[in-house]
């Protein structure tokens, strides 16, 4: 399809060396609000829990693009992405792709590659994946409106790191690098992401 981009490879998780001890996988990641900081959550990975950012919307049951929400509901984790340039590739059961310099997201409902990756520069409206502020150093792509794709349901819902404080998405979950390394070893295409109020 012109226009859409795909680059993927698997990191390697066999390592006799890496799976020394039991590894076991993470079916369920659990998000609620925070209470008192519609913006801020509490993400469970069995029985640890950390800080996370949400959208600056809150959560909401009827997400639109811009509104700035986290879609409540449960959304599996694809695949992802990250900065190789800026972090090493982590061993993990997910497909991840190094983020290039020409790789966006669309976000305009109208365009027909809506809510995908696409080769920049873009004639629609994009979300840029190489970003300055490091956010997307390690980006995992939930399955919010993937499949099939509403047109204005909401578009480029990751999960991804948190800026310092945890200040708002603009509707993903965001936790902090160390988290995220934390977790990664973990995630499957099997993993769910909870969200709930």
Not at 26 to 38: D, E, F, S, Y
Not at 128 to 152: E, K
Request: proline content about 7%; glycine content about 12%.
């Amino acid at each position: 399809m012109q226009g859409s981009y795909s680059k993927k490879y698997k990191c390697k998780s066999g390592n006799a060396k890496y799976r020394a001890g039991p590894q076991p996988g993470i079916n369920r990641l659990t998000v609620r609000a925070r209470p008192g900081n519609p913006s801020q959550g509490l993400l469970a990975a069995g029985s640890l829990v950390f800080p996370c950012a949400l959208g600056q919307g809150g959560i909401s049951s009827n997400k639109r693009e811009g509104d700035g929400a986290t879609p409540l509901g449960n959304m599996r984790i694809l695949s992802g992405y990250f900065r190789g340039d800026n972090v090493a590739a982590r061993r993990t059961r997910l497909g991840m792709t190094p983020i290039s310099a020409d790789l966006g997201w669309c976000e305009v409902p109208q365009d027909r590659n809506y809510n995908r990756p696409v080769r920049i520069p873009y004639g629609a409206s994009h979300e840029t994946m190489r970003r300055n502020d490091r956010l997307y150093d390690y980006c995992l792509v939930l399955d919010w409106n993937i499949s099939p794709r509403r047109r204005g349901r909401g578009s480029a819902i990751f999960f991804h790191l948190a800026r310092s404080g945890f200040t708002p998405t603009q509707g993903c979950v965001a936790v902090t690098a160390r988290v995220m390394a934390r977790l990664l070893p973990h995630l499957s295409r099997q993993t769910i992401l909870q969200v709930s109020r």
